[in-house]
């Protein structure tokens, strides 16, 4: 993934999404761009195939389906820490919710108790899909994280 500033994984079915990256055998790639420190985005799916029972980018469990099958999809209003006091729209589709994490991880947004938004270092994961509203204030914290990983990088490869 040469020249790619930061990654999203987005939403859909994690077990798929496990699947292709194991058969297009793109997790070596993954890695590198992760411990390479270059940011990444995992939204719902993306959230699942990010945690520790996946490829451990997120110090945190993620619970499928967590809101219950029936519920399927919803929509709600969050706080979400950094992004200032006005709500988030956010829509939920067959979301999980962040059922554990380590310490080092920072809890962005709740949902009924549950964390729906983390960060763990240059990982942002998110339960609900920031794509499908108009608010680009979520997708903000990635660009910024994306932008100051890069430009660190570049101070990096300048001074060697
Ligand atoms: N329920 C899906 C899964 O477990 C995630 C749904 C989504 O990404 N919107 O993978």
Redesign the pocket.
Known sequence: MVGLDGLIIP?????TIAKGLESADLEPALRAHHEAGRPILG????M?ICDAEHLGFIDAQAK??AFGRQLQSFEADLDVEGIGDEPLRAIF????WVESHGPGVEVLAEYEGHPVAIRDGNVLASAF?PELTEDPRFHAIFMAMTTSASAREGAEERTR
């Open positions: 939403g859909g079915e994690s077990t939204t719902c799916a993306g699942i499928r389906n589709i067959r979301a999980p899909h």
